[in-house]
């Protein structure tokens, strides 16, 4: 149970282009989803948080109109790069949590986008 | 904020021997610490998880530890293979208005050798 997919795996694209990430929770509904960046060999950054239906909560430093969140439905979030450049390249992983406290995050697959 | 430390970096140990891995937060309030470990270019895995009422929690070889009043809590693996060797992250809770989020530790790249 807890079953995270999240789509694209790989993103190879020219500088100046939008990409779009999903993440869905296949076997729950998820209460929040969070959005993660990683570096090679570094920790999870946490992103932004976001719940259904309502706008998300981004982080001191996270560019809300470079990285947007959508949270349609109970089962899928997507993060938009908005015309994303070299530096935005990275790995970036989402979480699903069922109920709003104390409740483990289950990750997803990750990202791994590559802006040319 | 909440600010999370972890150590060691890195961690070698033999085959059978034990491993273990500290953490310390900074935000009092933080009340659940999940850890979570992560294999080369994949998912990070919760293998554990403690919550502030509880002072330990065991599950087969790998138990933590929760001191919060010292603010820290460990990961302990007994008995250590191969395939235990990963990335492992401890955290903490934040809690806000849009549900428990969590705050990484830097991780441990565990290396356990035959």
């Known amino acids: 149970g807890a079953v995270v997919s999240q789509h694209p795996s790989w993103v190879i694209c020219k500088s100046g282009t939008s990409v779009k990430i999903e993440c869905r929770s296949l076997d729950f509904q998820a209460t929040t989803m969070f959005w993660y960046r990683q570096f090679p060999k570094q920790s999870l950054m946490l992103m932004a948080t976001?719940?259904?239906?309502?706008?998300?909560?981004?982080e001191q430093g996270v560019e809300k109109d470079k990285f947007l969140i959508n949270h349609a439905s109970l089962t899928l979030s997507t993060l938009t790069v908005t015309s994303a450049h070299p530096e935005d390249s990275s790995f970036y992983i989402c979480?699903?949590?069922?109920?709003?406290?104390?409740?483990?995050?289950?990750f997803g697959d990750g990202t791994r986008l590559s802006i040319l | 904020g909440e600010n999370v430390e972890q150590h060691p970096s890195t961690l070698s140990v033999q085959e059978g021997d034990s491993a273990v891995i500290k953490c310390t937060y900074s935000?009092?309030?933080?009340?659940?610490f999940p850890w979570y470990k992560q294999e080369l270019g994949k998912r990070p895995q919760l293998i554990i998880d403690?919550?502030?009422?509880?002072g330990e929690k065991k599950d087969q070889r790998i138990a933590v530890t929760l001191n919060k009043t010292a603010k820290h809590f460990s990961l302990h693996i007994t008995e250590t293979q191969p395939e235990d060797s990963a990335v492992y992250f401890c955290a903490a809770s934040i809690q806000g208005q849009a549900g428990t989020a969590l705050i990484f530790g830097k991780g441990t790249t565990l290396s356990v050798s035959s």
């Open positions: 979480s699903a949590q069922t109920g709003v406290y104390n409740q483990p995050q289950h």
């Open positions: 976001s719940n259904e239906g309502s706008k998300a909560t981004y």
């Open positions: 935000d009092s309030a933080s009340n659940y």
């Open positions: 403690i919550r502030s009422n509880v």
